[in-house]
């Protein structure tokens, strides 16, 4: 089991200033062990925040972007540039800001790309450019896989009690999602559980009960967010309402 860490920040925006910080430190680390790096991204108000602050910071300059990949760990099932995209989000909050290579971005194919309509076909290409850029490895290296925490533990598009939790393929579709929109494609925990570090992230007293379960060893079929595990670090950056329940004995407060 990989070591983890609980660093808990004042306030949200501390929070996000924070995890935009360690990111750049992270992928600059990265080129200079391995000539590159790769991200996986998420979703949602403080991953946006956390993308911002990170083009807000001077440090983002020494990345070398055209060497950045930078993947998706889960996606909701809507056309191209749908604000609700994942995707789009970042777009707008960084990823439009910074050089990158288009060849080394890779989105989740939206509901009117070459899949078509049917998530489960867009799980399969997900799959298949996964495994394009890994070869002759099975999957690509992750230097860092971030992960919001839902109100209900879901970690990606790995809801509670949902069949999806059991899947062992590398990307799996997303149907009947408590959460809208209901269709979705996500990577598997197989697939997370890969990167060599992951990040829980999380902001806000409404994350907090499952925050304190996840750390106390809830289980991970009903609490997914107990299940994610980097092979080297799993860390959670949190701020101070998300953290009430964790104990006070896992906190590193900054």
């Known amino acids: ?22 990111l750049l ?13 790769s991200v996986v991204l998420t979703g949602g108000r403080v991953a946006a925040a956390v993308y911002r602050a990170v083009g807000q910071l001077p440090a983002r300059d020494a990345v070398d972007w055209s060497r950045v990949d930078v993947w998706w760990g889960d996606e909701r ?21 910074v050089p990158l290579d288009p060849a080394r971005v890779h989105p989740m194919p939206a509901s009117d790309g070459p899949a078509g309509n049917d998530p489960e076909a867009a799980a399969a290409l997900y799959a298949e450019e996964l495994a394009r850029a890994a070869r002759p490895a099975a999957l690509p290296h992750f230097d860092v896989l971030m992960l919001g925490v839902g109100e209900d533990g879901h970690i990606a598009s790995i809801f509670p009690g949902h069949p999806v939790h059991y899947e062992t393929r590398p990307v ?26 992951i990040w829980l992230v999380a902001g806000g007293a409404d994350k907090a009960r499952a925050v304190g379960m996840a750390l106390a060893g809830a289980g991970p079929v009903q609490l997914p967010a107990a299940g994610v595990h980097g092979v080297d670090r799993t860390r959670w950056l ?11 004995r896992l906190r590193s407060l900054r």
């Open 1 to 22: 089991m990989s070591e983890a860490s609980v660093a808990v920040h004042a306030d949200a925006d501390l929070l996000a200033q924070a995890v935009a910080a360690r």
């Open 25 to 37: 430190v992270k992928l600059l680390d990265a080129q200079a062990d391995r000539g590159e790096a």
């Open 77 to 97: 099932f809507l056309p191209a540039g749908d604000p609700e995209r994942n995707e789009t989000q970042a777009r707008a909050a960084l990823l439009d800001m």
């Open 172 to 197: 799996s579709a997303v149907r009947g999602s408590p959460k809208p929109p209901p269709v979705r494609t996500t990577l598997t925990l197989p697939t997370i559980n890969t990167a060599e570090e």
């Open 238 to 248: 949190l701020d101070r309402a998300a953290a009430v329940d964790v104990p006070a």
